[in-house]
């Protein structure tokens, strides 16, 4: 750990030259939605917007809430986000501009995991297609903006205080963080922490064991302003503790995870600005089976060990300004990741089903932004080279045979890959008053993951997918593609608003699970037996078929009378194979959203209903089990109660009904309420109360 942390300093010292249904839209950026959290000012009746009720621990669960979004449930902590089908490292997922790999094997630590909701300043959402410049991303793009000090008046610093804590009775959890600092027009120096801690979640008649968490983070930043522009530099620490994640086959013990980033950005000459970044992330994990769930059997007790070192850079040039622009750059990111299984009651039971591998990407872009008449056009290229490597894998002498035996053949097989992607995006748009119209179009890839590639033990390693299969991965895997369509457009009066978009995604060469052989549960082959032998005989490999997506959704609202106004989301998605009769895993169902609210001018009071429809195109393939449609009530509010000083409240699922999340994992803890291999039920009746303190 000691010498990452070192090699990351220098790699800095190198480098160093809430609203829900928010559609603030970036005067640069048609596709871009910026969601705030909740300010202490009073609500502007005039913006497209209303109180966000968000009270989960991490931003995932707040992101679910807008238009074409969904929450993957793996837990209170580990929780990720569907966008419009996709989920995991097929979204651009970012933390304050930074890209990394998650540290489980499993994605115990998706890259929400790093966004407590009690440090969230915003959050960017790219629908659609994520720009160029971001990196290659299969879908859209995500990027959670942490609180930090801003740049104020001139002399000497003044003070900036961002604070909040909460309590959640459904968990009986609590979070406490923000941010202090100090700033001028010149310097801000800064200093962010947070700690959250709940117990095993309630729901009607029940509780579902092991799901309790705990979390700390803190961190500083500084920015400077020099006569060309601003550099930045910014440290964080998480520390998560014992978590449970009942989807998956153990819980998390630890996360002992760093970010370190340095940035310049500034203008070098007029109409040319220089962009630049160095960042390094080094996650430590730690997950068993046996400290948060009945004791398994001395055989049957498991650990794991796992890590993940992220490097990356990158530096752009723009010429033009910021709405007409060329934009040229390159970037690059090395990842190296190990992975071993043990008992530790057998010191001679240890084996690495992913040895010391690495990946490596290195890309160059460039971007136009040009007006051709009333058509607004963004037009981007990127063509990235990719690199993937392992060692030949390590064990123990108390191995048994069949895994030792697959161990040794993978050590003689081919252990490394390399391949050339290239995307593109083209968006149009056109401002014609009330009505702005919108396209895009674009060609997105991406490559296969370390534990796709090389997973050659089978286990549940599965990045996340939580389905309760055993998989293997493949070598001969091929980078995704997909052709993206996408149609809408933004419509606005002085009394209401919508949103609309259609789209479809073709997708070639999509990883998926499927069964290891031609003859599934026939342990005819080393695998199968092995897989067998860990409790299931029909395991999957991952494999590339073809797919599409397509669907629909809006985010609509209208000031009614006075202080009156609803505001609404729906959504509506379809994933489904193209080679074979099945539809793609864990795809949302359609809901729709609904949030009437009095907004006076220093308190508003809002009911919400969210209709969620059953969803039965399920995968054959994943074992996916149908779900039933459910409708909630929330009900919640604000009070400003000085100027500064904010107070909400409010109770979630107000009537205390049983539902089943169509995207919740399914429940692998003894210890619970949960029957084993059920879904996991929604929260039961839980109310909140929240203050918030902030000067700037």
Not at 64 to 87: E, I
Not at 190 to 207: L, N, Q, T, V
Not at 609 to 630: C, D, F, H, I, M
Request: overall charge negative; some cysteine.
């Amino acid at each position: 750990m000691k010498t990452r942390f070192f090699v990351a300093t220098a790699l800095a010292a190198i480098a160093s030259v809430c609203p829900a249904f928010a559609q603030q839209t970036d005067p640069t950026d048609g596709n871009l939605i910026i969601v705030t959290a909740q300010r202490t000012t009073a609500l502007n009746l005039d913006r497209e917007a209303e109180e966000e009720l968000a009270t989960g621990p991490d931003a995932a669960a707040f992101i679910a809430r807008q238009p074409g979004m969904a929450l993957v449930d793996n837990g209170a902590l580990s929780g990720q986000v569907q966008m419009r089908g996709l989920f995991g490292e097929r979204i651009a997922l970012r933390i304050n501009g930074q890209h990394f790999a998650t540290g489980g094997p499993n994605a115990m630590d998706p890259a929400m995991h790093y966004a407590p909701m009690a440090l969230i300043d915003r959050v960017e959402i790219a629908r659609g297609a994520s720009p160029v410049r971001d990196g290659p991303g299969f879908g859209g793009g995500v990027n959670a903006v942490l609180k930090k000090t801003r740049f104020g008046e001139a002399g000497a610093l003044a003070p900036q205080i961002d604070v909040s804590a909460q309590y959640r009775s459904v968990d009986d959890s609590v979070a406490i963080g923000g941010m202090a600092g100090l700033a001028n027009d010149r310097v801000r120096l800064g200093a962010i922490a947070s700690w959250e801690k709940g117990d095993d979640m309630r729901f009607p008649h029940g509780r579902g064991g092991g799901t309790s968490f705990e979390r700390a983070v803190y961190g500083v930043h500084a920015g400077f302003q020099t006569g060309l522009g601003e550099i930045s530099l910014e440290y964080r620490r998480q520390d998560t503790g014992r978590s449970g994640n009942p989807p998956f086959a153990m819980d998390i013990i630890y996360f002992h995870t760093d970010f370190l980033r340095a940035g310049f950005e500034g203008e070098l000459a007029s109409d040319l600005t220089l962009e630049a970044h160095a960042d390094y992330s080094g996650v430590e994990h730690r997950m068993n089976n046996f400290a948060l769930r009945p004791t398994p059997t001395v055989a049957a007790t498991r650990q794991s060990d796992t890590y993940a070192d992220t490097m990356g850079a990158g530096l752009s040039l723009r010429f033009g300004s910021s709405d007409r622009h060329i934009r040229i750059g390159g970037d690059f990111e090395a990842i190296d990741k190990g992975f071993m299984l043990y008992n530790p009651l057998s010191p001679t039971f240890f084996i690495h089903p992913l040895d010391r591998a690495k990946s490596d990407r290195i890309g160059a872009f460039a971007e136009a932004r040009a007006a051709l008449g009333i058509v607004d056009a963004e037009l981007g290229f990127r063509v990235d080279r990719h690199g993937a490597s392992t060692e030949a894998p390590r064990f123990g002498p108390g191995v048994p045979m069949g895994p030792a035996t697959l161990a040794r053949a993978f050590a003689n097989a081919d252990r490394e890959w390399s391949a050339t992607s290239v995307d593109a995006a083209l968006r149009l748009s056109a401002d014609l008053g009330e009505i702005t119209p919108r396209f895009t179009l674009a060609r997105k890839t991406r490559a296969p993951s370390l534990v796709e590639r090389f997973a050659w033990l089978p286990t549940e390693a599965s990045g996340g997918l939580a389905d309760g299969n055993i998989y293997v991965g493949s070598s001969a895997l091929k980078i995704e593609k997909a052709w993206l369509f996408e149609a809408g457009f933004d419509w606005k009066s002085e009394t209401a608003y919508a949103r609309p978009l259609i789209y479809y995604r073709r997708l070639e060469d999509f990883i998926q699970g499927v069964p290891f052989d031609a003859t599934p549960g026939v342990l005819d082959t080393p695998v199968e037996m092995v897989s067998a032998a860990s409790g299931d005989s029909t395991p999957l490999r991952f494999t590339n078929v073809d797919a599409e997506i397509y669907g629909a959704d809006v985010a609509f609202g209208t000031r009614i009378s006075g202080p009156l106004r609803l505001d609404g989301v729906a959504s509506f998605v379809r994933g489904k194979r193209r080679d074979i009769s099945d539809n793609l895993y864990r795809i949302a169902p359609a809901n729709v959203r609904l949030a009437l609210a009095w907004e006076a001018d220093r308190w508003s009071l809002t009911g919400e209903a969210l209709k969620v429809a059953k969803q039965r195109k399920v995968s054959a393939t994943n074992g996916e089990v149908p779900s039933q449609g459910y409708v909630t009530f929330n009900l919640f509010g604000h009070w400003i109660l000085h100027d500064g000083l904010r107070l909400d409240a409010g109770v979630e699922n107000l009537f205390d009904k049983y539902y089943t999340e169509h995207l919740a994992g399914y429940n692998r803890n003894s210890g619970s309420d949960v029957a084993l291999g059920a879904r996991l039920p929604g929260a039961g009746r839980s109310a909140f109360i929240r203050l918030r303190w902030e000067t700037r």
